[in-house]
């Protein structure tokens, strides 16, 4: 069988003689080949050599074009710092500037960085024809931040017609992206939709499920498979996430891989996820990574399962790791022998913090994957520096981001099990919950 194969008869539900293997090479492509992030994603000749050294070295069944979650922002008018490790990060928002929603044009391949991408789908759509390639389009929620800034979440309670008039624009542009992948030969469309996991149910069935919904079904007449993106702690909206009819879920090491195939399943649909992008792939060993990755082939099975990274793979993600892992998905023998040993404990001491909540301050601990790199990690801390001119030094605003050692061992101290996570002096406050500014500001105020 070819990869291709592998990916159409996981999201088909066939019965593999193994599940299907999806490595998110973004900006670790420019790893590969020596370049910064900022250059990698600028150019079509840049994504092509990465991925080029990806399928050399990983043997993947499939691969995104790119992992690039402002590329439509950019093209709407959205200001990006660019960084040399990282996707860049929205700076600025439009239709919180004076820009008019009206103003706004469904942007296409002659906007911003988006020609590059499309073409470099065309061609490695030609060069790898048996392996699928995923066109990641940004979700219409998350689009609608990078657009309005925190304020839709303000907009969602005090003005929805303008937050439904914001999504529903946002949605069009998704359906023109998967078209413009579609067209180029991409086999799957996959909208990621990270700050979805941010909002309760009703929320997401007031402001999502239908526009959401309607571009599944638009892929679906372009004859594509579909896939549902969510990372962070979804799964109070998984239930919905189904109901939207896409092809396939796909989560990250926030939920049990248990749940969503339950889930999944139940509704005729594939499932996708959930190696661990910091704990083993960045900063684990390659028996870690492998453990990991057995853990998740015992648990998704052969049938409808697709092995993938939570995430984009942070850029200097050993290759070893990646190495092991697509060595193991094909080797049965090495699967019985690991399942057979023991895993060692991590006995590695976390931070005493006993005397942290002595100063005459709030200690805000905001628990993140990165804010450069992670959206709703970016939106969350965006929120929480919107603190500081109410409460000056009264408040001391900290991130730990986990893919350091340090932020690891700073999660586990203060009980964190979900990221991103608000805690207030060492209280689990706001998890993968992006509240009101209002909302914050009255936790705060609680322990002043």
Not at 9 to 18: K, Q
Not at 69 to 94: D, K
Not at 328 to 353: H, N
Request: proline share 6%.
């Amino acid at each position: 069988m070819t990869g291709k194969e592998y990916i159409t008869g996981s999201f088909g539900l066939v019965e593999n003689d193994r599940p299907a293997w999806l490595p998110f090479v973004g900006c670790h492509g420019a790893f590969l080949t020596g370049e910064t992030a900022d250059v990698y994603l600028s150019n079509a000749e840049s994504v092509v050599k990465g991925l080029d050294a990806a399928i050399e070295k990983y043997s993947p069944d499939g691969l995104p074009v790119t992992f690039d979650l402002q590329l439509e922002a950019e093209a709407l008018g959205c200001r990006l710092l660019f960084s040399p490790s990282n996707p860049p990060a929205v700076i600025s928002h439009p239709l919180e500037e004076g820009i008019s929603l009206n103003d706004l044009k469904i942007p296409g391949t002659g906007d911003g960085r988006i020609g590059e991408m499309i073409k470099a789908a065309e061609i490695l759509c030609t060069k790898y024809p048996d392996i699928a390639f995923f066109g990641l389009v940004t979700g219409p929620f998350t689009l609608a931040l990078h657009l309005m800034g925190t304020e839709i979440f303000t907009a969602m309670y005090e003005d929805p017609e303008k937050a439904r008039s914001v999504i529903a624009f946002c949605s069009e542009v998704a359906k023109k992206m998967s078209e413009l992948y579609i067209s180029a030969g991409c086999t799957v469309v996959a909208i990621v939709d990270p700050m979805t996991s941010q909002i309760d149910p009703g929320s997401f069935e007031t402001f999502v499920s239908e526009p959401v919904s309607e571009i599944f079904s638009f892929i679906r007449e372009k004859i594509g498979l579909s896939s549902f993106f969510v990372c962070g702690q979804a799964e109070h909206n998984l239930e919905l996430m189904a109901a939207c009819r896409p092809d396939n879920i796909s989560v990250d090491e926030n939920i049990s891989l248990k749940t969503v195939k339950d889930i999944a399943l139940s509704n005729g649909i594939s499932f996708g996820g959930n190696l661990k992008l910091t704990t083993t792939l960045l900063l684990g060993s390659s028996e870690d990574s492998e453990r990991d990755a057995l853990d998740c082939i015992i648990t998704g099975g052969n049938k409808g399962f697709v092995l993938a990274p939570g995430c984009d793979l942070p850029m200097n993600t050993p290759v070893e790791n990646l190495v092991a892992v697509s060595k193991l998905i094909r080797d049965d023998y090495r699967q019985e022998f690991l399942s057979r040993t023991s895993v060692l404990a991590d006995d590695e001491k976390v931070p005493d913090l006993s005397g942290r909540w002595s100063k005459n301050r709030v200690v805000i601990d905001v628990v993140t994957l990165d804010s450069d790199s992670c959206a709703p990690c970016q939106y969350m801390m965006e929120l929480v520096n919107r603190l500081k001119p109410s409460f000056g030094d009264r408040i001391a605003i900290f991130e730990h981001k986990i893919k350091t050692r340090e932020g690891l061992l700073m999660m586990k101290s203060l009980g964190v099990k979900n990221i991103p996570t608000i805690c207030i002096n060492g209280k689990i406050k706001f998890v993968s919950i992006t509240p009101p500014i209002k909302i914050l500001t009255e936790a705060v105020n609680e322990e002043i």
